[in-house]
């Protein structure tokens, strides 16, 4: 398995905002967002087995885990470090929903899956058909950058009989408001979250 890194923080987006996490980044990409926050993790990572990983998790207190990237279903051994996790606590695993999700929802684990708006220039690798796989305790993410990418989300909405939980973060992580007064005046039943860990420490890595 390639990882780019593995450390403790709070979770910084999504309904689990604000709770101490182990995460593990996984490396490569198969998407190029314009507003990544996370390019770092593109390229190559260092090669890691499963105990290995596991091992390194271990020297933290949280049993509370997020698999995250790049792009974690790229790598062919995710379910092994998914199983082995799942012994251990909680597990999330955060994916950009280009790639098949359904061996996964077959587990205790959590699916954070993006659906990437018109200001990523992705819009068009989203796996459409991963919407229905995502059960309640899912989460389906909308990263928006300005109306028109709400107005996307929108109509996305409308359009699936959605049964995870929908949030929306805006673009940067922290300009709130405008999203929320959207959200407000029309009514949508959506969580509005910041990034957490961008209003606490920045663009610092490993946070």
Known sequence: MEITEIFYSLQGEGKNIGLPTTFIRTAGCNMRCEWCDTDYAWGRGTKMDIPEIINKTAKYPSHRYCIT?????????????????LELGDVSIETNGSLDIEPFVSTKGMISMDYKTPSSSMTSKVRKENVDLLREKDQLKFVIANVDDYDFALEVIEENDIHAEVVFQPEGGTQLKMLADRVVKDGVDARVLPQLHKLIWGEEKGR
């Open 69 to 85: 990237g790049g792009e974690p279903l790229l790598q062919k051994d995710l379910m092994e470090l998914l199983e082995h996790l």
